[in-house]
């Protein structure tokens, strides 16, 4: 019996998602387990929750940014602090779901992590149309289709749909994982969610 | 040569925080440092960092409750969500001070984990002045003086003072650690903890 993907919720904007995004399929694999993604819109659901960017607080800003380099290093993952910094991701989760939708989950997952190591080690600017295209480009996609996509109503409903569906699996942040139907929120749940998919609920 | 203290930021109300209290000791010990407790009003630093309890939030609430059990199991710590849920926590701080600045670091270290694991597995209400004598009168202290201590404008001012410490260290919430200058927020920083004490800064 094929055992249920782990579902695998990010904003392309959150630095702990990308950290995530570096390990998941390593841990999903050892335990004979895949991925499915889903890009998200952080703000949507910090809207619904009544919360900000953990930047956007008073005190909790500074810790943040050390915070990010140090959870990155501590997984050995390559990071850079972008600025600007938070993006408007939503160009770049549409041409996700259009990848997702016409070419299937491998094709979106590998421009998850090109978008995301792009954003975080080199600073590529995901909101501005030419970085993307740029970016798209580079990635091996048309990147002509890529903006189409990214301007198209179908796309923008699909993203929408994305966002009220993260809403109802309870997601308040990023990363977001539901393992057998228990959530698990944040990079740093790593260990739990390794336990949970050893030993079942704990 | 003496290596520095872990400084160890709680307030009595932080289910996190009751987590670590229960095992940064050991934790210290492994890498030959000793631990200095501060007890803190949260609510204060949630003033100044404009936040809020985690179960303050929609959506985030459900799944905090969820999870404080979760990483005390994870933890192997026993926990019994109490009710109410947050409470106030400055007459039991005060009585940390008291025992602190009178008997020394390892009294108020017991009555940290006494007070900790009286809310957190008992349900005893430590906001409660009746609830709270019996706590100290149990934990081997002299209830009445106990009793006189939160009450005295001397302990009044020595929990101010420590709140304004920590928020001079940069804390935000609980449980706050400072290692060697280094600032870490939360039970799940616990693996970085550690990795710094063994490794320095990473």
Chains 1, 2 share one sequence.
């Not at 570096?22 to 841990?27: F, G, R, Y």
């Not at 959870?71 to 050995?76: G, V």
């Not at 970085?131 to 993203?159: C, Y």
Request: aromatic share 14%; proline share 7%.
């Amino acid at each position: 019996m094929v055992k249920p993907a782990i579902e695998f919720y990010f904003d392309f904007s959150s630095p702990y998602a990308y950290v995530a995004n570096e390990w998941i399929d390593a841990l999903a694999a050892r335990h004979g387990r895949t991925v499915r993604r889903h890009a998200i819109l952080l703000g949507v659901a910090f809207a619904a929750a009544e919360l900000k960017s953990p930047v956007a607080y008073p005190l909790k800003r500074e810790y943040s940014l050390h915070d990010f380099a140090r959870s990155a290093r501590f997984e050995r993952v390559p990071y850079v602090q972008p600025t600007p910094f938070p993006i408007a991701t939503h160009h770049a989760a549409r041409v996700f779901w259009w990848l997702h939708d016409t070419q299937g989950d491998a094709p979106a997952a590998q421009w998850a992590r090109s978008a995301f190591r792009a954003y975080f080690t080199q600073g590529v600017v995901l909101s501005d149309p030419g970085a993307l295209r740029e970016l798209a480009q580079a990635s091996g996609l048309d990147a002509a289709a890529a903006e189409a996509a990214w301007n198209d109503p179908i796309w923008k409903d699909r993203l929408r749909e994305a966002n009220e569906q993260a809403l109802r699996a309870g997601l308040f942040g990023a990363p977001f994982f539901v393992v057998d139907g228990e959530p698990f929120w944040g990079n740093d749940r790593k260990a739990q969610i390794e336990r949970r998919l050893a030993e079942g609920p704990f």
